[in-house]
Each structure stands twice: as C-alpha cells, then as structure tokens.
C-alpha cells in the first residue's frame, strides 16, 4: 500500500483533493448563499486543485451561522439591557422626531433596532473630521485628558512615528492609573517586540485580535476586525476610516496625499460603541470583563443630533451596515452620494442604485484613480460600465488616495464608518459605521463631499467604453474574484 502511495502520489493527492471538493461542494449548494458567490466557489474549487480547497476554507465559510464568537454575554447583561431600554425610543416619540427625521429614516431606525439591538441615540455633539493629522491632533487631546479608561480597537495599528507617539501616550496614561485596554488585528497591525515589552511594562492591556502564524502572508485571507474606535471615559467615541499609521498622515515626506474622513461623537451614541468593544475585549482577552456604571457615565450632552451605530460582522445575525447603506438608496428622493475606495458591491446595492438612478435620483460615486490593490482596481472597474448605463455619475479622485467611506442622502441622513462598499465589508470582515439623522451635519458631509469632486475627474460614458480589450479582460478576471477580495 505505501509502495503504491509512493509511486503514485500524485494521483492520489488529486484524487483526495476531488473527494475534498465534491464534499464541499455539496456543502455549499445546500448553503441559501448568492448564487454569484456560489458558482465562484465551485470554479475556483474545480479549477485549481488543492489551492480551491485553501481559498475555501479561509472564505467559504459561513460564519454568521456558526459564529466565531456570541455576543449575548454582554447584550444580555443587565447593566446594558438597562441603558439600551432608555435608549430605545417608542413609536411615538419617533414620531414627534418628525421634523428633523423623515419617515423612511424612522423605518431605517426600527429596521436596525429590530436586526442588532442598535438603538436611536438622541442627544449627541457630533465632529467630522478631514484627514489623519486632524484626527490625530484632537484624539491625542482627548487622550490626555483621559480620567477613567481609554477603550481602543484598531484595524491598523504600526509603530511608525504616528504609532509610537499613540503608543508613547497610550503608557504615559497607563502609568498615570488610566485602565487601557487595546485590541488591534494581527493581519492589519506590525507592531515590534520591543513597543509590545514598553506596553507591557506600562500597563496597558493589549491583544491581538484572532493571530495568525505568519500575518504578512495571511494578506485578507481571514474573517479580519476592520474596524476603528476609540472610547474615552464612555464619554467620548471616535470612529472612521483612519487607522493608525504614517500612511494616514499628510507628512511632508509621504508619497501620497491620503484623504480620509473620521467621526468624534460626545454623547449618548457612544454607549453604544462601548458596548461593541467590551463585546470584542471579551473575546479577544477571552474572559468576561465585569461591567460597571463606569463605563457608561451619565451624559451631559444636550445637543440633539440623533445617532444610531450600526455594527456588523461574523457576530450578527444580518447584514446590518449593507442593509442599512441598501434601504438608504432604495428610498432616496432627491440624490445619493457616494464615497469609497474599494467598490466591489453585492447585486443588491448595484440594483439599488440603478433603480434610484433611473427613477430620477442623482446618484454620484466617487473613488480613487489610483488604488493601492490591482486586483481590486480591475474589479471595480468591472462593474462601472452598467452604472454609467444607468446614468450614475462616477467621478475618481486625482489628488491622491481617498479612502474615507462615506455616504449622504437627501440633506438629511449621512453614515460615516469603517465599511467599505465591498463583499470583504458587507459579509466577512468586522465593521461599523454611524449613522446620522441630521440636516445640518448631511449638508456638511455633502460640502465635503463637492468639495472632493474638484478634485476629480468625471468618467465619461462614451470613452469608457472605448477603453481597450486588455482591460475588459482584466476586468473580467478580477470580477471572477470579486466574492472573495
């Protein structure tokens, strides 16, 4: 038998790999997923032995059937069930809100708080914030006027010169008897032993979110916490797409300007991402951290700008940040504006946007000329021709790389997050954004957002679909991956 193996191993590796795939296969038919994504699967399973089996494993997976981890330890302690029970508006003061919040961003509202238990928030004071330096001057402000607890939770975290001066800080206040807590993820994150020993020797409590063995080669190949939050005292909460790295920061020396756009809320919608991070710090320290009132003070905010936090990922039962950005489309009246570095959307969103297109609605999306991905690049372009059919205005952004992931609707709704509109985004990876029911801060995120197209050039229709044969070929072979980037 082991003759037999030896002389012709070969075969027996591929006829053991077909064993693998017809499994999987049949696992994945029997699986309610996109049909899209489905026949992806079975291509790449069929058609690169062994390599389909590893693509399989680190994406196919549904994770939000069979969770990595449950969040109903926290969601079901009494202290949050009580703070989300104050929270939670009824109808009838929904209705009362008539004047500032629409009537489809009040069926938004129920939606989420039916999907997640992520309540209405009233009473906010709410910042936008342009590019990393800006948010790193006030963040670092914040920081250092920490009295309680500083709550972090990173995507990227580098000590580079941005990240040593965070880290610098983030011992100095440890030291002081502030409680850090910092979790950041293995793949994203390159922090050396030497900073980790500093950490250690400080105070600060740090973990890794899900470690890999070799993180510079896991690439995305990983259910990866792409999110990016901070919480000070429970009292003050950042959130955005800026991560935390020298590639964030307009330095001199960079290469490239990076234009990116994060969010400081003070106020009630913080609780909320307070108990998103105690939700990861249970898991990521893996103990149940004993919750106090600490944690959520008392709010002195009296400034009403309402706000809900959307959170989604392999720990929720929906897709609640794609459901969200999808509904938001579907019943926008006037425009719809659109900005993301990665576009690589599930049918659902292109459906919804042609459909508000084609019904009268200005729809515009902006994204990056240059992208810092190939595969994505190609992909993304792969599906702008059916938008420019359906006369959506796409406009690329020329001055640098813009990587804020932002969306405004009709003067009066604006979510701001972490979630690209991207498959990666909407079904694996971790990710949340905060949505915002407020006419003042939609006419500012749509400033912004004009403010960005003069420094972009508008695709035109006809010269689009000029563009070589070269390229709608490597479009066309990007798309075939677009399930799995």
């Given at each position: ?10 075969t027996?590796a591929?006829v053991?790999n077909?064993?693998?795939v017809?499994?999987?296969?049949a696992t994945?038919?029997?699986k ?5 994504k489905?026949?992806?699967?079975i291509?790449v399973l069929?058609?690169?032995p062994?390599f ?9 997976q549904?994770?939000r059937k069979?969770?990595?981890f449950?969040?109903?330890d926290?969601?079901?302690?009494t202290?949050?069930k ?8 009824d ?14 961003q ?5 939606l989420?708080q ?11 004071d709410i910042?936008?914030?342009l590019?990393?330096?800006n948010?790193?001057?006030i963040?670092f402000?914040d920081?250092?006027?920490a ?10 975290l580098?000590?580079d010169?941005?990240g ?5 800080l ?7 008897g502030?409680?850090v807590r910092l979790?950041f993820d293995?793949v994203g994150?390159?922090i050396s ?30 259910y ?5 939050i ?21 330095y001199?020396?960079n290469?490239?300007?990076?234009r ?8 009630e ?6 108990t ?5 710090w249970n898991?990521v ?6 919750l ?9 905010v009296?400034?009403?700008?309402p ?8 720990d929720?039962d ?10 938001s489309?579907?019943?926008a ?21 042609q459909?508000a297109?084609?019904s009268?609605?200005d ?14 690049k190609h992909a993304?372009?792969s ?5 420019l ?6 406009y690329?952004?020329e001055?640098?790389?813009i990587h ?11 979510t701001i ?9 909407f079904?694996i ?6 949505l915002i029911y ?6 500012e ?5 004009m403010?960005?197209l003069?420094?972009?050039a508008?695709i ?10 070269i ?6 072979y990007?798309?075939l991956w677009?399930p799995l980037?």
């Amino acid at each position: 038998m082991l003759d037999f193996i030896s002389q012709y191993w070969w075969t027996v590796a591929i006829v053991l790999n077909y064993i693998l795939v017809i499994i999987a296969v049949a696992t994945i038919l029997f699986k309610s997923i996109n049909p899209t994504k489905t026949l992806t699967y079975i291509i790449v399973l069929l058609v690169f032995p062994f390599f389909g089996l590893i693509v399989y494993y680190f994406f196919g997976q549904e994770y939000r059937k069979d969770k990595i981890f449950n969040r109903k330890d926290v969601l079901n302690n009494t202290l949050i069930k009580s703070i989300n029970q104050k929270l939670n508006l009824d109808p009838e003061t929904l209705t009362s809100y008539e004047a500032n919040i629409e009537e489809d961003q009040i069926r938004l509202i129920h939606l989420l708080q039916k999907n997640d238990k992520s309540p209405l928030t009233k009473y906010n004071d709410i910042e936008i914030i342009l590019n990393g330096e800006n948010k790193f001057e006030i963040l670092f402000k914040d920081i250092q006027n920490a009295k309680e607890h500083i709550h972090i939770e990173y995507y990227i975290l580098k000590d580079d010169k941005i990240g040593t001066k965070f880290i610098d800080l983030l011992c100095q206040k440890a030291k002081e008897g502030i409680i850090v807590r910092l979790s950041f993820d293995d793949v994203g994150s390159k922090i050396s032993s030497k900073m980790k020993k500093k950490m250690t020797e400080s105070g600060v409590n740090f973990y890794a979110f899900m470690p890999v063995l070799f993180p510079r080669f896991a690439g995305k190949m990983n259910y990866r916490n792409h999110r990016k939050i901070v919480i000070i005292d429970g009292e003050i909460g950042f959130v955005g797409g800026i991560n935390v790295s020298d590639t964030y920061v307009n330095y001199p020396e960079n290469k490239a300007y990076w234009r990116d756009t994060h969010l400081k809320i003070v106020g009630e919608a913080v609780f909320t991402l307070q108990t998103q991070f105690l939700t990861n710090w249970n898991f990521v320290a893996d103990t149940t951290l004993e919750l106090d009132r600490s944690f959520f003070p008392q709010n002195k905010v009296q400034t009403i700008q309402p706000v809900q936090i959307a959170a989604s990922g392999p720990d929720t039962d929906w897709a609640n940040i794609m459901e969200a950005i999808f509904f938001s489309i579907v019943t926008a009246e006037d425009y719809v504006y659109i900005t993301t570095p990665y576009f690589i959307p599930n049918d659902q969103i292109i459906t919804a946007m042609q459909v508000a297109s084609k019904s009268g609605v200005d729809v515009r999306l902006l994204i990056p000329h240059k992208s810092d991905s190939w595969t994505a690049k190609h992909a993304t372009n792969s599906y702008l021709e059916q938008l420019l059919e359906a006369n959506i205005k796409i406009y690329r952004y020329e001055k640098g790389f813009i990587h804020a992931k932002t969306m405004v609707v009709d003067d009066v709704f604006t979510t701001i997050g972490t979630c690209n509109m991207d498959y990666r985004s909407f079904n694996i990876n971790f990710e949340i954004n905060a949505l915002i029911y407020n006419k003042d801060k939609a006419k500012e995120a749509k400033a912004i957002f004009m403010n960005d197209l003069e420094s972009a050039a508008q695709i035109d229709f006809n010269q689009w679909t000029e563009r070589s044969n070269i390229k709608r070929i490597q479009e066309a072979y990007c798309r075939l991956w677009a399930p799995l980037l």
